[in-house]
């Protein structure tokens, strides 16, 4: 079994998305880590360049956890993209702990 959580939304500065994550979203995670499906891909919304840190260390802490189970996120973007990401890491018993953006850009700039 696979599963998915989707982050509908979050605030727009760092501190605050963290913030609103750990108190709330995380309970909801752990929740499903506890059926211990074969993986897990955590959605977030599309959140500016700021947010990858913070979202990485949590998906990392998350994967360490719960191994064997895989716990990966997704910054959502394109809907295919990220539909396809989704798809690609069901299928992929080696990834956990990884961050996957899929707003369609080759890679992420220092802006």
Known sequence: M?????IEALPAAPLAAAARFY???????EGALAAAPASLAVVFPSLHQGHRGWIREAIAALARAHAPVRVNGVVAGLAATTTAIIAWLETAPGITGQLFVADGQSGESAS
Request: glycine share 8%.
């Open 2 to 6: 696979h599963a998915v959580i989707r």
């Open 23 to 29: 108190a709330g979203e995380l309970a909801t995670i």
